[in-house]
């Protein structure tokens, strides 16, 4: 029979797989404060590779923080984070230059640049890190991962024209331009009407099947974690209280996921009794 665990607070949901994928990325005793203001306080927890793992939890609580300690952008108070065996916030510059190739990471807000056509923008990481691909191999590369997220022909058209769903799309294309083996998404349904979030939610299970690459997904959209994660971690003010499975997680008892879930309407409340509303986030 498997158990679940608590340690330190944080409910770790056992894993009904007989093997479980070996970790990509390992979070040990995170920490981070922005003077008195603690974001991450001592998490730790794994990221299983090939798979899709979501952080959710209320605005605020500290997940995009999280996610630029694991592209190694913002530097920890403590703890460590190891992706592919290096950390981030101490290996010399060659080897987190290096580890960063490996990812591909979408921001919250796309940081498209406006001025540039679609195609120029996806090619943009290509033109850095591999300035001896002639222009013809590039043009060949950016419309295949155009045509993959269901942008084929889009080279020349104005980014400033797009919907939010295609410059999701094209942030995307330009994430996976260096065919990373990691793809972080920092919300990827903000902003965007609930028939194109669910199609990019098909195309992040549509990626994950066709790459095989293991994505990260930051959302506090309940709805889309259930359809694209196999695996969830919950922060909460800067905690990590539930980490496991999504189906397992979804049936744990934890009063604060309990509370997050039935308010974002998944979930009747735990136990059919009590009233566990979730605290107002400072
Ligand atoms: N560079 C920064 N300097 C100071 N405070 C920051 C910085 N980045 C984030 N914060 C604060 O950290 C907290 C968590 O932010 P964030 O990780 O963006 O939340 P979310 O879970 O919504 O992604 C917020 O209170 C935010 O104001
Ligand atoms: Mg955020």
């Known amino acids: 029979m498997l158990q679940n665990t608590i340690s330190d607070g944080v409910l770790h949901v056992a894993d009904p797989e007989p093997a479980p994928p070996p970790p990509l990325i390992r979070l040990r005793g995170l920490t981070k ?3 008195p203001n603690t974001v991450l306080n ?5 990221i299983p590779e090939g798979r899709t793992t979501a952080i959710i939890g209320p605005s605020g609580t500290g997940k995009s923080v999280m996610l630029k300690h694991i592209v190694g952008l913002i530097r920890p108070d403590a703890g460590e984070v190891l992706c592919f065996g290096t950390d981030m916030a101490r290996a010399p ?13 979408l921001f919250q807000d796309g940081a ?7 195609g120029e923008n996806v090619a943009f990481p290509l033109v850095h890190h591999a300035p001896q691909m002639s222009e013809d191999e590039r043009r060949a590369k950016v419309n295949e991962k155009l045509a993959l997220v269901g942008l084929p022909g889009t080279y020349e058209r ?15 294309a330009r994430a996976i331009i260096m ?16 028939i194109t979030s669910d199609a990019i939610d098909q195309l992040i299970c549509d990626m994950k099947q066709a790459l095989g690459v ?21 922060l909460y003010r800067g905690d990590l209280i539930a980490w496991g499975p999504t189906a397992e997680v979804l049936r744990a008892e934890h009063p604060v996921l309990r509370a997050f879930l039935q308010r974002n309407l998944i979930l009747p409340p735990a136990g059919g009794s009590g009233d566990a509303r979730l605290p107002a986030v400072q």
Do not use: C, W
């Not at 498209?112 to 679609?118: A, N, P, Q």
């Open 42 to 46: 001592n998490v730790s927890f794994d």
């Open 214 to 234: 293991t994505f990260v997904v930051i959302t506090h959209d309940i709805v889309g974690t259930v359809r694209v994660a196999d695996y969830i971690a919950m």
């Open 158 to 172: 104005a980014t400033a024209s797009l919907s939010g769903g295609q410059r999701k799309r094209v942030g995307l």
């Open 93 to 105: 510059e060659p080897a987190l230059y290096a580890a960063r190739r490996r990812m591909g990471m």
């Open 112 to 118: 498209l640049f406006d001025s540039f056509t679609v």
């Open 179 to 194: 065919e990373p083996e990691i793809v972080l998404f920092d919300e990827p349904n903000s902003g965007l009407d609930p």
């Open 33 to 35: 404060s922005f003077g």
